[in-house]
């Protein structure tokens, strides 16, 4: 499978990706689906026209599970070669949401990092395509899922590829549920205080977490105060506006972690999934859900 | 007994000084870990972190990632008790060459229930891929660093600090245990700051007939030294375990799944913290209080081969020597 430029365009893998994500949700009658409404504009920008990472000769297929590392096991690997070969030069992408890790499959697969037949091993036994993927997980390189660990663990990345005089950035994806945790903050102190400007954290801003709505689980009002409060360079923007996204990451660093509040909405295309509100995070399907489901897919 | 300060400071100074991937983290305790010769020798090595062990670990394992060894830096209860899962996640499962160094475990920590690192090792134990060193003297505490470098994963060492007794000649070795001493009616395994203790006891003893098998483990995981067992094996009343840490999970829970592994049918007497929390207070008046000094070692031998053995603490071996409030107080609590 090749892609075309339009192809490629942001809002085109944006959807496709939604597609895809609905697709599987519905064979398998739930999934994370919300996080696909919130979030592909944000991956498809990411990996269309912000992320320097090379590209793939062809698409690749998922290995098996090769047993967690460990001194002895050689066979262990991590999902980062789906992003490229690394270099100096080039960025580096982590996922700290693991429950976004279909719709990075997917995102994957519709910028051709990822044959389609991959995308099928989602959830499968012994496959890495895990709900909810780790280090070994297309796409992935770090161990993200315990909510904090990813920014924390990017900023070391960032602070030695410093040392070393490498120019890649490292791209954090964070969910705005794990802002309520202390950790998220130590992580961007540390940030401001080592100056790690070669470190764009994108937060998407969906206003959903497990238990529902954040406003009602716990507010983190006002977030881009915080952020610049401690230090980063902080900008507010419409998750589902690509060029913006595009303009705002890719400026020259100015000495600060940058921010990104990409304010998004959970049911961006999928309007159907509102009455399922305010617990959206995984959406569950009945036999009669279906038929919606399956006119929604239809109209994207 | 000749003892020294700053012993961890000079020896990882000297060790990293060709070393440059070596770096060190500290989570505001520079000074009370040891690190102040280390942070003004290599200032670009040196990174502060701040209160926050959370966001260290992490980080750590981060940098471990492009091929730094980060060296973690914190009192040992700080290290594992309030960012286990970033032990996990950030460093123990990718198997990073992630050091974390504990310092002043249970006891010797003045600082009470809050600083006392009473269940370290057991927890540790249970994080796969992770080796586990303990040092007893100024040797153990010099010797660790090479120890280390045989070492593709992380590790947790328990140091000493401050002013430590310099018992030993011969460096540690990973997965062996020293042996101080051989006997065939009992065997002795002592770790840390309770190996000092023992020898006290076991000079007494061995004045009263006690042909004691003392061995000193410095390898709490992996824990593969078959000369412990085959002492255990041939000692005529079984294996005393002593340790500066709780009795559940430690020193000895790790010889109990060995003997049971191995089907050895021989009594293993636990001494350590009873399964409580300490208080703020001396070294020796908490060894004392909680039962892991050499009197306790006296008594419970007493106990198993059944008889009063008539020993003093007036006859033992005076090894006990500590600087005083002042003096060890600058070193940071």
């Known amino acids: 499978m090749s892609f075309s430029k339009e192809d490629m365009n942001p809002y085109k893998v944006a959807n496709r990706i939604r597609k895809r994500v609905l697709a599987l949700a519905i064979a398998n009658r739930g999934g994370n689906i919300s996080q696909a409404c919130s979030s592909s504009e944000i991956l498809a920008t990411l990996y269309t026209r912000i992320m320097n990472i090379t590209k793939l000769s062809e698409p690749l297929m998922p290995r098996k599970f090769a047993g967690a590392p460990s001194a002895t096991n050689k066979d262990s690997f991590t999902g980062d070669n789906f992003n490229g070969i690394r270099g100096p030069a080039y960025d580096r992408f982590y996922l700290s949401p693991s429950q976004y890790s279909v719709v990075l499959y997917a995102t994957l697969v519709e910028v051709g990092r990822m044959k389609p037949e991959g995308f099928e091993l989602f959830g499968k036994d012994g496959s890495v395509v895990e709900h909810i993927g780790e280090a070994h997980s297309p796409g992935m390189d770090i161990n993200g899922g315990s909510l904090g660990q990813a920014i924390s663990q990017a900023a070391g990345i960032s602070m030695a590829r410093k040392l070393k005089g490498e120019t890649g950035r490292q791209i954090v994806f964070l969910g705005d549920g794990e802002l309520q945790l202390g950790m998220t903050w130590e992580a961007i102190q540390a940030m401001c205080f080592y100056k790690l400007d070669n470190m764009i954290v994108i937060v998407d801003q969906n206003g959903q977490q497990c238990d529902g709505k954040i406003s009602d689980v716990m507010d983190t009002p006002p977030l881009e105060k915080r952020f610049e409060a401690f230090g980063a360079r902080v900008y507010v923007v419409d998750g589902h506006n690509c060029e913006v996204m595009e303009a705002v990451a890719n400026q020259k660093p100015d000495g600060r972690p940058m921010v990104i509040m990409a304010r998004t909405n959970p049911c961006q295309g999928m309007a159907v999934i509102q009455e399922k509100a305010p617990r959206i995070h995984f959406i569950g399907m009945t036999d009669s859900d279906i038929p919606k489901y399956e006119e929604c897919l239809a109209q994207l | ?333």
């Open chain 2, 1 to 333: 007994m000749q003892r020294e300060i700053r012993v961890y400071d000079r020896s990882f100074v000297e060790w990293a000084m060709d070393k440059p991937e070596v770096i060190a983290l500290s989570a505001d305790l520079t000074g009370g870990c040891e690190l102040r010769q280390f942070q003004q020798t290599f200032p670009d090595r040196f990174y502060s972190m701040g209160i926050a062990e959370q966001n260290m670990h992490s980080f750590a394992g981060g940098m471990a990632s492009e091929g730094y060894i980060p060296f973690v830096h914190t009192f040992a209860v700080f290290i594992y008790r309030r960012s286990l899962d970033m032990i996990n996640m950030s460093i123990a499962h990718p198997n990073a060459k992630v050091r974390l160094i504990g310092s002043v475990p249970g006891v010797t920590s003045p600082a009470g229930a809050t600083h006392q690192a009473i269940d370290d090792i057991g927890v540790m134990r249970t994080v796969p891929n992770m080796t586990i060193l303990e040092c007893g003297d100024a040797v153990d505490v010099e010797s660790m660093f090479s120890v280390m470098e045989e070492v593709d994963g992380p590790v947790y060492a328990r140091i000493l600090r401050g002013e430590i007794p310099r018992l030993f000649k011969m460096p540690m070795k990973l997965g062996e245990s020293r042996i101080l001493g051989e006997g065939k009616d009992i065997v002795l395994l002592s770790s840390g700051v309770c190996t000092e203790e023992a020898m006290r006891a076991v000079a007494a003893l061995e004045k009263k007939g006690i042909s004691v098998q003392h061995m000193h483990v410095t390898c709490m995981k992996p824990f593969n030294d078959m000369k412990i067992m085959e002492a255990i094996t041939e000692s005529k009343y079984g294996v005393v375990t002593m340790e500066n840490h709780n009795v559940l999970g430690g020193l000895g829970s790790i010889v109990a799944d060995k003997m049971a592994e191995l089907g050895l049918g021989k009594k293993l007497y636990k001494i350590g913290i009873q399964d409580e929390y300490m208080h703020g207070g001396s070294k020796l008046y908490l060894m004392k209080r909680y039962g892991i000094d050499a009197m306790s070692v006296i008594g419970k031998i007493e106990q198993i081969v059944g008889e009063k053995l008539e020993i003093t603490e007036q006859m033992l071996d005076d090894f006990h020597f500590e600087l005083v409030d002042s003096e060890t107080r600058a070193l940071g609590v």
